[in-house]
Nanobody, 115 residues
Framework: GQLEESGGGLVQPGGSLRLSCVASGFTFSNYHMFWYRQPPGKGREMVASISNGDHATYYPDSVKGRFTISRDNAKNTVNLQMNSLKPEDTAVYYC?????????WGQGTQVTVSS
């Protein structure tokens, strides 16, 4: 299976970006989907998740109210809408698919928040 992210870039503080991740080679609807990020020199952290069944979502406090994850099983796509971006949101953002011990990762897309 493969995941391919897109939509990263440079944005000013307070701005918005929408990341997309397209899946192929596996049954997308079976998988829980996640967005992770890895800031420069730091570890990887989960910033959003959406379940496979009822599409329940979860966000850590660091992004709650600013980020929104969504999925379209018909298009094998998961999106991350990021609003009110802050410099501390600067990171490489990764898409992840997880189900019963199987994991797929994308190559990552860079998000830089700077004036």
């Amino acid at each position: 299976g493969q995941l391919e992210e897109s939509g990263g870039g440079l944005v000013q503080p307070g701005g918005s970006l929408r990341l997309s991740c397209v899946a192929s080679g596996f049954t997308f609807s079976n998988y829980h989907m996640f967005w992770y990020r890895q800031p420069p020199g730091k570890g990887r952290e989960m910033v959003a998740s959406i379940s496979n069944g009822d599409h329940a979502t979860y966000y850590p406090d660091s992004v709650k109210g600013r980020f929104t994850i969504s999925r379209d099983n018909a298009k094998n796509t998961v999106n991350l809408q990021m609003n009110s971006l802050k410099p501390e949101d600067t990171a490489v953002y990764y898409c992840n698919a997880h189900w019963i011990g199987r994991d797929y990762w994308g190559q990552g897309t860079q998000v830089t928040v700077s004036s």
